[in-house]
């Protein structure tokens, strides 16, 4: 028996008559999938596939479960982006306008999917098509301005007011591309970075007082010809600064580095690789050494981007692995069943309500293991739960990995 | 608003903008909404035939306003507000009921109760477990398995369904042969009533203290109240889980074996049957079922238990000249028990389909199979029905069918969808059956309401005017065709 074989046998046990309807429904499926401005990056037959099913991912949508309305429901969101998309809907309308935005990007939907289909990744372009109908808020407008100023989704200066971030090798083998909301957020690691590829013995570059954000925040909120200005200014401060692998601490960058610039048409060939996974290698070959003890139990959190989009748990827990004397434990939702930060989405720039809810959430669950140090490989998500140890006034320490293993050096 | 409203006949509500202002009192502004996008998102649930009407630019029904509570004293004095006025009030909790019961057919006050999530109580000593009912299933799960407990209620809309649900549609989950159905899961409740009042339960593992009215509320689909709260067993979670499967020449000796197997009081979690059909769909990687029917069977709990249990279901099994086809069957149903993709796959196609579980004894449950699938396949354009027999008791069985086709000739999709639910509940009832086994009525099987009760029906009448005189509590559901 093959998969499709009750199929066919069933085809061709129907009248005639019937066969021929379903031809004819199985060929005709398009007419349902074409938006109104005719657009087709809109990806109008998963988001109906999305808006069919019954919403079986429903209990691990972090939007749903913090503002309780049935409009971020995944396959409701799906729905209601479906009839906009359709002209059915009518976006001038902003609380219409907001349903594509409700969503952090997290991936869980797509965990659970037996479609695979990530709700989040349809609704990008979505976004992407209010942005171009002028059907956005005044702060979405607001952060758009300030990274085509800035270059970066901070202030001007997130990178070059340390000049001690600034390095500059001869024929790097390696550029670290520092995330803009690490440089802003949690310098400490970025330095903990600079160490420890040095002990490593790596040469590398950072340029940091020239780089530009990826550009993946802009693309998320559908922002991409900023992303294609902003994915033009890194490719051609790589090519001057030379190296073939370029590694970051943030894996919204590298998605957007590996992944993003491609699916906007910006071809390159560089390797694009996280610290976690680069650390895994340098450790596995031998250069980076953790030798000493760090007597610590710590709790790990899975940035969504690592565990569900790159299908990477195990990096991050192999370098942890090494460092002697450290103390994983785990929380009770982790590896792929991690939950969102509330960082995701750029949800704080639009929705910081709702963000800074889901990010407590998900703290709570981390400080439930009784570890003193949540850890993570994601600078969106310790800001998140930095904020969130603020709104429940904690005393728990935020770190990135980096951080830990800076301290196993000798 | 570029779509048509097939559920036209809204109440008319004279000073909307007062009532807006009034539930704004209640709920606070940002839990009160009229938006557009609002209504639309709650114009519908996972009543099947409305996800065709998506493509052909309809929704079911739209409310006037969408209301959501924080808990129980705002529900009743949202409820008391209805009741003044004389306004339609439809629960809505996740939203997963495939009968349409969720559907504001006449507009009026929607009330979403997902902000009454909360776990209150976890007793170990009396294994329960007190919730507000508009927590999501799996949520739920999460939260008692981190604790060590589980409370065996898990129906394929799991992940999308609340207890609340659960409780108006009578719900029966996977593993209901051992654990139960809702109904032997509840213990008490909280409800507000159609005028407002909160009415507690009381709870005790069993009593003789007259007629347990709190019964009323299972499967009532929101017609006489809003349950907003109530206290469920617990198990610990299992020691230990492991399956078989058998192929069967035919139902005769697939469903004997079931029998015979329930009539020693031994209850394996979950038991399914599929028809040759269905078991072709699932099982095609498993050459020895070709052409049969696949039985699953899963067994959990203490290791001793399973063991026996598992021993018994061996042994009858091949009484009935079962042939053993190993775990990768368990493994399989495992792996896509909650693969709902026909939906998605299939109506942009323009193919029709539902699923519809009845009930039986089991004197008459091969003749039921024969005749409702007999009696769908009469139906123009049908092209498919068939079906897998899903819950089992020592009394009897539940048959959960698939029908798919397309609108042919003189029919029209909806006519197509209508046509052969009439066949499937004529075949049902002609076979002693009961039309709904666990999705409930809504506004699908309202019509076959006066067919399965008969004179009863008129005493359930009674009681939603006695509880809801005006009836507010979800009209248009169980016991009355809604208008179109």
Known sequence: MGKSSWMIKLFFSMKPSVAWKFIKGFTGAKKYYKTSSGNAAVDMKSLLKCA??????????????????????????????????????????????????????????????????????????????????????????????????????????????????????????????????????????????????????????????????????????????????????????FAKAGAKTIVTDCPACADTLRNVYKELGIKHDYMVLTTIEFYKILIDQGTLKLEKPVNETITYHDPCISARRFGDVESARHVLGKVPGLVLKEPFLTKEETQCCGMGGVSHVHHPTESEAIGSQRFAQLVKTGAKSIVSSCPACEEGFIIARENAKGKDKVLDIAEVIVNALD | MNLDVVYKKRVEIKDLDGLVKDLKAIAGEQWVSTEEADLVAYSK???????????????????????????????????????????????YGEGSGVVGAAIPVYGGITVDLKRLDKVIDVNDKDLTVTVQTGING?????????????????????????????????????????????????????????????????????????????????????????????????????????????????????????????????????????????????????????????????????????????????????????????????????????????????????????????????????????????????????????????HFYPQGVCFYFTFGGVSSGKLSADEFFNAAWDAAMVGTLKSNGSISHHHGIGIVRARWMKPEHGPVLELMKRVKHALDPDNIMNPGKLYEEADK
């Open chain 1, 52 to 237: 069919h099913c019954p919403n079986m991912c429903k209990f691990e949508c972090p939007s749903l479960r913090v503002t309780h309305k049935e409009m971020y429901a995944p396959a409701v969101k799906a729905r209601l982006s479906y009839l906009i998309e359709r002209g059915d809907l009518d976006p001038a309308d902003p609380h219409t306008a907001e349903v594509p935005y409700l969503c952090v990007n997290c991936d869980g939907c797509r965990n659970w999917c037996p479609m695979d289909i990530s709700t989040g990744q349809l609704l990008k372009a979505v976004r992407a098509d209010l942005v171009d109908m002028e059907c956005i808020s005044e702060d979405l407008k607001d952060f758009d301005t300030r990274v085509l100023e800035n270059d970066t989704i901070f202030s001007k200066t997130t990178f070059s007011a340390r000049p001690e971030f600034d390095i500059r090798a001869e024929n790097p083998d390696v550029f670290y591309f520092m995330g803009c909301v690490m440089a802003e957020k949690k310098p400490e690691a970025v330095l903990a970075n600079i160490a420890i590829l040095k002990k490593a013995g790596v040469k590398f570059s950072t340029h940091a007082s020239e780089r530009s954000c990826c550009g993946g925040p802009s693309n998320t909120v559908g922002f991409r010809a900023t992303t294609r200005h902003l994915a033009e200014k890194n490719l051609a401060l």
């Open chain 2, 45 to 91: 649930d996972a009543m099947l035939i409305t996800n065709r009407w998506i493509i052909e630019k309809k929704v079911p029904g739209l409310p006037h306003v969408i209301v959501w509570p924080e808990n129980e004293d705002q529900v009743s004095k949202i409820v008391k507000l209805a009741a003044e006025r004389k306004i339609p009030v439809i629960p």
């Open chain 2, 138 to 390: 799996k949520a739920l799960e999460r939260i008692l398995k981190e604790k060590g407990y589980l409370i065996g209620h898990v129906p394929q809309s799991f992940h999308t369904a609340s207890v609340g649900g659960w409780i108006a549609h009578r719900a029966a989950g996977q593993f209901s042969t051992k654990y139960g159905k809702i109904e032997d899961i509840v213990l008490s409740m909280r409800v507000v009533m159609a005028d407002g009042s909160i009415v507690d339960t009381k709870l005790y593992p069993r009593a003789s203290n007259g007629p347990q009215l709190e019964r009323l509320f299972l499967s009532s689909e929101g017609t006489l109240g809003i349950v907003t709260q109530a206290t469920l067993k617990l198990w610990p979670w299992p020691e230990k889980q492991e399956g078989v499967a058998f192929a069967f020449s035919d139902w005769g000796h697939a469903l004997e074996t079931v029998r015979l197997v329930l009539r020693q009081q031994i209850y394996p979690a979950v038991v399914r049957i599929y028809d040759p059909i269905e078991t072709e769909r699932h099982f095609y990687k498993e050459p020895k079922a070709k052409g049969k029917l696949m039985t699953v069977f899963v067994c959990e709990g203490i290791a001793k238990l399973v063991d026996l249990e598992l021993a018994t279901v061996r042994a009858e099994a091949e009484k009935q000249a079962g042939i053993d086809c190993g775990q990768d069957p368990v493994h399989h149903w495992f792996e896509t028990r909650f693969d709902v993709k026909e939906t998605s796959t299939w109506t942009p196609k323009d193919v029709i389909f539902d699923t519809i579980e009845v009930s039986c004894m089991w004197k008459d449950a091969v003749a039921l199979y024969d005749n409702v699938v007999a009696e769908m396949r009469k139906v123009p354009g049908m092209a498919m029905s068939s079906a897998h027999a899903s």
